[in-house]
C-alpha cells in the first residue's frame, strides 16, 4: 500500500500529459472508473495494453454499473441493513430509473433526517440522474452525509468517482487519500478505499509510463 502512494506522489509531478489525454476520450473514463471502482483495480495495469481497444461509445449511467450499490454497501456493517426506502430505491437504482430512487429517498431523509446511509444513496442517485454532474442538492446531500457518518470514508470515496469520471484524477486522488487518512482503523469501508486509491496510484503511474518518451 505504500509503495502504491509513494508511486501516485511521483506520478502527479508529470501527470498532466497524461490526465489531458484521458479528458480526450470520455468513453476509456467511463471504463476506468468501473475498472477502479467495482473491483477490478488490477485490471488497471494488467489490461493497459488495451486501452486503445475501448468501446466506442459508453455511458455515464451507472446502469452498467452494477456494483454501485454493492459499492455503496461496503461501507457499511452488514449486520445493519439499510432502511426500507434505501432498500426500495437500490431497486430503481439497479434499473437504472435514478429520478424516481431519488424521490423516495428525498422521502427518506424527510422521516428520518439522520438516516447518514440514505442522504448518501440520495447524493449518488441525483448524480446518477444528472449524467455524472455533482449538482448542488447533490453535494449537500453528501455534506449531510459526511455529517452524520463521522469516520465514514463514503461520501468521499463517491465524489472521488464523479471527479475520475471527469477526467480529474488527481482531485480523485486526494479525496481518497484524505478520506482513507481520516477513517479509523477498522472502519467499514476503509481497506475497499485503500484498495481502490492502490488501483488509481497504479494506473496514474502506467499513464505516465505511456507518456514518457523512451
Not at 82 to 92: I, L, T
Amino acid at each position: 500500500m505504500i509503495g502504491w502512494l509513494a508511486i501516485g506522489a511521483v506520478a502527479l509531478v508529470a501527470f498532466a500529459l497524461g490526465a489531458w489525454l484521458l479528458r480526450e476520450q470520455r468513453n476509456l473514463l467511463t471504463l476506468l472508473a468501473a475498472i477502479i471502482v467495482f473491483g477490478l483495480a488490477g485490471y488497471a495495469w494488467q489490461g493497459a495494453p488495451s486501452y486503445p481497444a475501448a468501446p466506442a461509445t459508453a455511458t455515464s449511467s451507472s446502469a452498467a454499473n452494477p456494483g454501485l450499490i454493492e459499492a455503496r454497501r461496503e461501507f457499511f456493517d452488514p449486520a445493519n441493513t439499510a432502511s426500507r426506502f434505501v432498500v426500495v430505491a437500490d431497486g430503481f437504482a439497479r434499473n437504472g430509473d435514478f429520478e424516481r430512487a431519488a424521490v423516495i429517498l428525498r422521502g427518506a431523509v424527510v422521516e428520518n433526517p439522520n438516516d447518514g446511509e440514505a442522504w448518501l444513496a440520495l447524493g449518488v442517485a441525483l448524480v446518477e440522474h444528472a449524467e455524472g454532474e455533482v449538482t448542488p442538492p447533490a453535494l449537500f446531500a453528501f455534506q449531510r452525509a459526511r455529517a452524520l457518518l463521522t469516520g465514514n470514508p463514503a461520501p468521499a470515496f463517491f465524489l472521488g468517482v464523479s471527479e475520475l469520471r471527469a477526467g480529474r484524477l488527481i482531485e480523485t486522488r486526494e479525496l481518497w487519500a484524505q478520506a482513507l487518512e481520516a477513517a479509523p482503523e477498522g472502519a467499514p469501508g476503509r481497506t475497499y478505499l485503500a484498495e481502490r486509491l492502490a488501483g488509481l496510484d497504479a494506473l496514474m503511474a502506467e499513464i505516465v509510463a505511456r507518456q514518457t518518451p523512451q
